[in-house]
């Protein structure tokens, strides 16, 4: 992956299961050692127990100046002119020309490199209560995941499976510790539905001041406390509740914003900053930090403007995929329309729009 998006999501690895969400940078990917299916460490820990304060790093002092509109037209605007390789590119926005370049500023994170996110409730025409979801990351291998655990709801969710295999390329499914490896994907929520309607998805978000840890309430993984949401709440107002009674640890990789929405219709996102947990009652979220924005900032952004206009023409799943297509940027790995109805999703990767894969909640 190319330079600023290969630290986000090295970083984002750690997110995963460690107690991590869009940060201090760990090494790079093909330094960093792989997560440990086996004892729970890196992407599919449990990470219940208690936190250290990490002293947090010094940030460098940005070189560049770029509003998500301008990050958007610089990307957009590369281009490959022939096999020398020779690229091209239009910089948009601004920069400090005297300001040293090092190592750290360029595999600092790029805020444009995550999702984009949307929950709609059932039509006046009957139609379902829809939650649409682009995971927008690297080149990394996927894999939808059901779950029925004894004691929990039913589920079904996509994951990215670097952060439980460590490797970016096709898993040998004929290799038996690959094979358990990849068990472990059912810890490592990206998004999901369960059978009561309940869905949720994260995005990064620019830092934010956290709430203060309190003392005998347990500590989980960015990612984990979606499963536990999965597994054991049918309500937003359940899931909030879970949420609430959890630190959510970010360390080591982006902090992350939550979407939530429920068969109800009732969607928020959850975000943490001014320390406490903040709980927006909205239908779209991207990679901006919502708490304290009213609408003009919001419709600012190039991708939360065109969910919320697009939203209300949305009637069913395909329409829903069309609104998806209609954000998707170069590097969405997949998009998913879940109905909250039926607990089904609708599935497709890399931008190939015209193959739906199309799941239902169980597959025994």
């Not at 992407?43 to 250290?52: D, G, I, K, L, T």
């Not at 979801?133 to 939808?144: G, V």
């Not at 990612?223 to 879970?242: G, N, W, Y």
Request: hydrophobic share 40%; aromatic share 6%.
């Amino acid at each position: 992956m190319a330079g600023p998006r290969r630290s986000f999501c090295a970083a984002l690895a750690a997110l995963a299961v460690a107690a991590a969400g869009g940060c201090s940078a760990p090494p790079p990917r093909e330094t960093a050692p792989p997560p440990s299916a086996g004892t729970g460490t890196g992407p599919a820990q449990a990470s219940a127990s208690a936190r250290a304060d990490p002293a947090p790093a010094a940030q460098p002092r940005p070189v560049l100046t770029q509003s998500a509109s301008d990050i958007r037209r610089t990307i957009e605007s590369l281009r490959r002119v022939d096999d020398l390789p020779l690229y091209e590119m239009t910089f948009h926005g601004s920069y400090d020309r005297r300001a040293p370049l090092d190592e750290r500023l360029l595999s600092a994170q790029a805020g444009d490199w995550a999702c984009s996110l949307f929950a709609l409730p059932a039509s006046a025409d009957g139609g379902p209560a829809l939650f649409g979801r682009n995971f927008d990351w690297d080149d990394h291998p996927a894999m939808i995941v059901h779950a029925d655990p004894p004691d929990g709801h039913a589920s079904l969710s996509l994951v990215d499976l670097y952060y439980v295999l460590g490797d970016a390329g096709a898993p040998d499914t004929a290799d038996p510790l690959t094979r358990r490896r990849m068990a472990h994907a059912v810890l490592t929520p990206f998004d999901g539905v369960n059978d009561r309607g309940l869905a949720v998805g994260m995005a990064q978000v620019p830092d934010g001041e956290l709430p203060a840890r309190r003392a005998g309430r347990p500590a989980v993984g960015s990612v984990r406390i979606m499963r536990i949401m999965l597994d054991e709440a049918a309500t937003v107002d359940e899931a909030l509740e879970i949420m609430r009674g959890h630190d959510i640890d970010f360390s080591g990789g982006p902090q992350l914003h939550y979407m939530i929405a429920d068969a109800t219709g009732r969607s928020v996102v959850v975000e943490f900053a001014r320390g406490r947990l903040n709980v927006i009652e909205e239908r779209a979220l991207t990679n901006f930090a919502m708490t304290g924005t009213g609408p003009r900032r919001r419709m600012a952004d190039t991708r939360y403007r065109t969910l919320v206009s697009g939203m209300p023409g949305v009637r069913d799943g395909e329409d829903a995929m069309a609104l998806l297509a209609r954000v998707a940027q170069g590097h969405t790995r997949w998009s998913v329309v879940y109905d909250l109805r039926d607990a089904t999703a609708r599935v497709v990767t890399g931008r190939r729009w015209e193959r739906v894969h199309t799941v239902p909640l169980v597959r025994r």
